[in-house]
Nanobody, 126 residues
Framework: VQLQASGGGLVQAGGSLRPSCAAS????????MGWFRQAPGKEREFVAA????????YYVDSVLGRFTISRDNAKSTVYLQMNSLKPEDTANYYC????????????????????WGQGTQVTVSS
């Protein structure tokens, strides 16, 4: 599986962005797609995930109510709608894919994801 992320950019605080992640290769029904982010000098952290088959979603508390993860199975693409952006959301955002064996909770650790895309930079100015 290859993942290609795009759609980052520079936005003012309070603005919105919608990065996308296009997947190529075989995506199985038990796959989960996730977004992680990494700010300079910090560890890569989980942001959101969605199951490929059911569309179940899971978020880190800090983005609840502001970010929405969704997928378009026909296009093999996952999106991260980011609203009410804050300067602390500034980071390189990575998409990832892995296999889940449970319906809930969805994987949120980096080592639970096998495939990774390159990052797309999101910068939020104050």
């Amino acid at each position: 599986v290859q993942l290609q992320a795009s759609g980052g950019g520079l936005v003012q605080a309070g603005g919105s962005l919608r990065p996308s992640c296009a997947a190529s290769g075989r995506i199985f029904s038990n796959y989960v797609m996730g977004w992680f982010r990494q700010a300079p000098g910090k560890e890569r952290e989980f942001v959101a995930a969605t199951s490929w088959s059911r569309g179940t979603t899971y978020y880190v508390d800090s983005v609840l109510g502001r970010f929405t993860i969704s997928r378009d199975n026909a296009k093999s693409t996952v999106y991260l709608q980011m609203n009410s952006l804050k300067p602390e959301d500034t980071a390189n955002y990575y998409c990832a894919a892995g296999i889940t064996y449970t319906a809930w909770p969805l994987p949120s650790r980096k080592d639970e994801y096998t495939y990774w895309g390159q990052g797309t930079q999101v910068t939020v100015s104050s």
